[in-house]
Structure formats: structure tokens, C-alpha cells
């Protein structure tokens, strides 16, 4: 079965940093180009971050230097960094794999998705 877990999520302060992990199980992670969306509150989910099978990456407006993604194909992970979060970082985040070659234009292209794990930013 293959299968994508996030893990990581909590409470954070505004200005602190959060890295949320993936998890592949099924699958080598390596083969397939992986994404990291976002869903808030009365909100459509939005892609923030995407990292090819090949290596070249891919960012929406919203990253604006403080969302950082890596991979540990040696532990089957992708990582989200998350620096200086703000109250509108509040979301429920999931990561997502895709055979695509490159990073999607469209969320609809992602074939296994995660449950998602909650962010919550708050004083």
C-alpha cells in the first residue's frame, strides 16, 4: 500500500520555526515528485512548495523565503522548514507525490496524498 504520513505539526509562536516531516511507505520517494500543500480555515488547499524527482524545485508567492523543502531518500522523508510563522501559517499541511517528471502546475495532478498534520500558530 503506499502510503504518505506527516508528522511535526503542533502549537508554535509567532516568529518561531516548525520543520513538518513526510513520511513515504510503499514507494521509493526518489521516483516521484513530491509537494507540500497547505489548507486553512474556510480556505481551498494551495500549494506551497514542490521538489521533482529530478532535483529542480518549485514555489508559490507564498513562500517568500521562510518555507524551505528537503529530501532524505536514505529515510524515505521530505521535510518542510517553516521560519518566522505567522498567525496566517495556521493550516492543516499534507505532502503529496506525483509520477510527474517535474513539478504540476495543478494540486489535481498529485496521486497520494497524506492526512495532514495541524499547524497552529497562536501566542
Known amino acids: 500500500q503506499l502510503q504518505l504520513v506527516e508528522s511535526g505539526g503542533g502549537l508554535v509562536q509567532p516568529g518561531g520555526s516548525l520543520r513538518v516531516s513526510c513520511a513515504a511507505s510503499g514507494f521509493p520517494l526518489e521516483d516521484y515528485t513530491i509537494g507540500w500543500l497547505r489548507q486553512a480555515p474556510g480556505r481551498e488547499r494551495e500549494g506551497i512548495l514542490c521538489?521533482?524527482?529530478?532535483?529542480?524545485?518549485k514555489h508559490t508567492p507564498i513562500v517568500k523565503g521562510r518555507f524551505t523543502i528537503s529530501r532524505d531518500n536514505a529515510k524515505n522523508t521530505v521535510y518542510l522548514q517553516i521560519d518566522n510563522l505567522k498567525s496566517e501559517d495556521t493550516a492543516v499541511y499534507f505532502c503529496a507525490a506525483a509520477r510527474n517528471d517535474r513539478c504540476p502546475d495543478s494540486i489535481g495532478i498529485y496521486e497520494i496524498w497524506g492526512p495532514g498534520t495541524q499547524v497552529t500558530v497562536s501566542s
Open positions: 521538489t521533482s524527482r529530478w532535483g529542480d524545485s
